[in-house]
């Protein structure tokens, strides 16, 4: 079973098959009574199969909630995070979304095409998309389940960065997709995951890059849950809700999870200038990496330079309409990242307007890419005086 992009964000997307079959059954359903009691059913049943196949059950009481498609809008609307503002500026500083971006309405759009969710012990169902005579309703609501008993046995770990974050949703997506596979494959445990490629796309849209990490747990969450499955059955699945992967390196290549790996995070460089607003320390990690270097270098290469990634630190600084990011990655020797600095150096000087020395003019923003021994720094400013600033005091305090 190969995952494809389809499969992988099966709890995201909307399949026309099942939307169309959502709407038939809809119509036949007269009473709203019936279809919450189908519903309901349907549920109990693979509940009763999951904690047998699972060998795991919850004694809490579950909250089955109907609710109509855009139940989940009217949810993102309602919330306010300054860090996913933060986010939005750094997608813009490191040219993955162009400058017009907004996360707010990007992930309002998301939040139209979930077919279900869990938070705690509720269970929500989107009646415009869930047939509950559909063999694809069985999957979607033993995977839900999952999340349920994911709740009730081990704390979420208290994760500080990007990457760990998305490691974390990535390892419990995998598990939920596994157990949903699993079962609905007559429990036969055959499941071969192979690593997923991506071409270069013939034409950019605005938001394919932040579409990657949105799908990436659902991408590449289940081959790395498979691989603990293998390695040590259940309890190697246990064992990682105490000991959780750290970074998308271990997601993507599961064997360094196996292995005992851990990232070594370099410390950024303070701003030559004061005044700044408010500043977020960050990692980004290997798979956003790969990502920049999908957009700049282009996809055929980015995979193999990005497995050279041992760890990063970003510093975005903020105030009003200005920005200052220093984003600086390790790699395993000086080659390597002298390598990384060239290709990136030839790659953005091709989009670059302008050119002042170390600095390019791309998209409004200002780009340097630097190298000092096996680290790798990225600045990206809103002007050219902040970045020939941030350039100074680098040389000044001897990065280069």
Known sequence: MKP???????SIIIFAALLSAATIYLNQANKPDQYDAEVKKLFEEVKTDVNKLRNLTTTEPIVLKIVDKHFFERKTEEETDA??????????????APQDFSIRSYEREKAGLVLAASSAYTLYIVKDYLNPSSEDSKRLLAHEYVHILQYGRVKQPQ???????????????????LVADLYTSNKTGRISLTQPQFAQPGSWSNTLLIDR??????IFGERFAYALYLAGGWAGLDQAHLNPPSSTAEIMNPQLYLSGYKPIYPQNPAPPTSGWSI??????????????????????????????WSGDNSTLYLAEKDHLLYWQINFSNAEQAEMVDQMLTESLLKESSTKDGEILHIDGLYVTVLHQGSKLLIVSASSLNLAEEALGDLFAEGFI
């Open 279 to 308: 500043y977020y320390p960050d990692v980004l990690g290997a798979y956003f990496f790969n990502l920049f270097l999908t957009r700049t270098i282009g996809s055929a290469d980015a995979p193999k330079i990005a497995s050279y």
């Open 213 to 218: 990490l949105t799908y990436f747990p659902y």
């Open 4 to 10: 494809k992009l389809r499969k992988a964000v099966y």
């Open 159 to 177: 994760l500080i960065s990007f990457d760990s974050q998305l490691a974390w949703s990535a390892f419990v997506e995998g598990e939920a997709d």
């Open 83 to 96: 860090l996913k503002a933060a986010r939005e500026a750094l997608y813009k500083a490191l040219l993955l």
